[in-house]
């Protein structure tokens, strides 16, 4: 697949960046990802022109590809280091991935609806980016290639599912919107022990709900 990447794009994403750094995103790693990723590539050809617009968009089976913002400030919140061994549940569109990957994150990603899980399969490998997919229910995580150094979570949940956390490493972090449908506020739970962990809030977001369960076709 050539990707259409043009000097434009590449502009567009320069002024997203210095837009997200006003915002509060001071991350040099966060930053020079989202600089590098080209998120018009995710979204659906109607919404091209909106795709260095820090909005959310709709990508198809009800849900949404993130806000640039709240791509970057959930990925400020993980520290993701290079090598970093990361559970994202609810892969969407797959930019998140992308830019996780693009920082140098081993990533493993779960997402339960089958369209999006089977088109980001096919499509990251083919504009260079490569993390593990799985098809499958995201409360429930991946206890088989467990544990991980950090989670990510990109959809609402009531409450932090148990069998997350217990996914972690000792010192390894989850940052998940929990909440309403209305709205969530960000946590970052850390592992300190065994049954031992902290959380942290910080502050308000909106995402489309995390569901349990898998969908089939």
């Given at each position: 697949?050539?990707?259409?990447?043009?000097?434009?794009?590449?502009?567009?994403?320069?002024?997203?960046?210095?837009?997200?750094?006003?915002?509060?995103?001071?991350?040099?790693?966060?930053?020079?990802?989202?600089?590098?990723?080209?998120?018009?590539?995710?979204?659906?050809?109607?919404?091209?022109?909106?795709a260095y617009k820090d909005q959310a968009f709709p990508i198809g089976a009800g849900q949404t590809i993130s806000q640039p913002y709240t791509v970057g400030f959930?990925?400020?919140?993980?520290?993701?280091?290079?090598?970093d061994k990361i559970l994202e549940v609810g892969t969407g569109s797959g930019y998140q991935a992308a830019v996780l990957?693009?920082?140098?994150?081993?990533?493993?990603?779960?997402?339960?609806?089958k369209e999006l899980y089977a088109r980001v399969h096919q499509f990251l490998p083919e504009?260079?980016?490569?993390?593990?997919c799985f098809f499958g229910d995201g409360y429930k995580g991946l206890p088989g290639f467990a544990p991980f150094d950090k989670i990510i979570v990109t959809a609402g949940a009531p409450e932090i599912p148990e069998a997350l956390i217990y996914q972690l490493?000792?010192?390894?972090?989850?940052?998940?919107?929990v909440g309403n449908d209305q709205k969530q506020e960000m946590k970052m739970?850390?592992?300190?022990g065994e049954n031992e962990f902290k959380t942290e809030n910080h502050g308000d977001f909106i995402f489309v709900p995390l569901l349990k369960g898998t969908v089939n076709f």
């Open positions: 697949m050539a990707i259409n990447d043009t000097p434009r794009h590449q502009g567009m994403r320069k002024k997203l960046v210095e837009g997200l750094k006003i915002k509060g995103i001071r991350d040099e790693n966060v930053l020079a990802a989202i600089s590098k990723v080209p998120r018009h590539l995710f979204m659906e050809s109607t919404f091209i022109q909106f959930q990925t400020q919140l993980l520290q993701v280091g290079k090598g990957l693009e920082m140098g994150a081993r990533v493993f990603t779960i997402e339960r609806q504009i260079g980016y490569n993390p593990a490493t000792f010192g390894g972090v989850m940052v998940i919107p739970v850390t592992r300190l």
